[in-house]
């Protein structure tokens, strides 16, 4: 199943998308509801969505906006902007910053039907360029050895699928998935996984702020890295520092 986000200030608007996609009995999910676009910014950046559907005009952050934004993501969804007739200048804006469509309200059933099915497509050919373009056997392999040559010689802090993507010379979408297809892991969740290793490393072989350790291992905002850490490792960065410094004082005494 593919998953959807909404973005729309308007409740009702959201509600009555949801029940007419649900309706559509197409392989796609409603997952979350934003009201605006700083709202949904902050939503993607924790979470996995396939396709965004935003109205246009929303106040706090516009759809407008919102897409410009996305375009700083390393992974971003698909877009289909939401507008009204008079709108159409925004529109237009909206499908030169990559956009994949519109829809015009009030927004028909048999519309968004067909909207959808263009996109299910779209999604489908990727996959299936991706698929014919690889040796079955040696290229899927060497390319993530290569992938994984790259991201041991590279700082953490530098790493993006986008940079690696082009250092192999393969789209990042591809990548992604091939990634997820030879080592049954995401390429951000094996990311992931390698700075809060650093992290630990550092917390016990050095004296560095947690801010300082954050951002050697990729983490501008300190808060993520500890939600992060606490995750993967079941305590946060502090009581793991202190954990480890106390074990090593017992050793030695």
């Not at 902050?42 to 965004?52: A, M, Q, R, T």
């Not at 991706?130 to 590279?154: F, Q």
Request: with cysteine; hydrophobic share 40%; net charge negative.
């Amino acid at each position: 199943m593919k998953k959807i986000l909404l973005v729309d200030d308007e409740r009702w608007v959201r509600t009555a998308l949801k029940w007419t996609i649900t309706k559509l009995n197409l392989p796609i999910q409603v997952v979350h509801e934003c009201e605006n676009g700083l709202e949904a910014l902050d939503w993607i950046k924790h979470n996995e969505v396939d396709l965004v559907l935003t109205d246009i005009r929303m106040p706090i952050m516009d759809g407008l906006s919102f897409v410009k934004e996305l375009d700083s993501f390393k992974e971003k969804p698909d877009v289909i902007v939401i507008s009204v007739h008079d709108e159409f200048q925004f529109v237009q804006k909206a499908l030169r910053s990559g956009v994949f469509d519109y829809l015009l309200k009030p927004i028909e059933d048999d519309d968004l039907r067909l909207c959808l099915q263009k996109w299910l497509e779209k999604r489908k050919e990727e996959i299936k360029n991706l698929d014919s373009s690889l040796d079955v056997e040696d290229l899927p392999s060497s390319t993530i050895d290569r992938v994984l040559a790259y991201i041991e010689r590279t700082p953490l802090s530098q790493i993006t699928l986008k940079d690696v993507a082009n250092n192999v010379h393969m789209n990042p979408s591809y990548l992604s998935q091939l990634f997820k297809q030879q080592l049954n892991k995401k390429f951000v969740d094996h990311i992931t996984e390698l700075r809060i290793e650093e992290g630990k490393r550092l917390l016990v072989t050095t004296s560095l702020r947690m801010s300082e350790i954050a951002e050697r291992v990729g983490y501008s905002d300190l808060a993520y890295f500890s939600n992060n850490f606490k995750k993967i490792a079941g305590c946060s960065p502090s009581d793991f520092r202190k954990s480890r410094l106390q074990l090593v004082k017992s050793n030695h005494s």
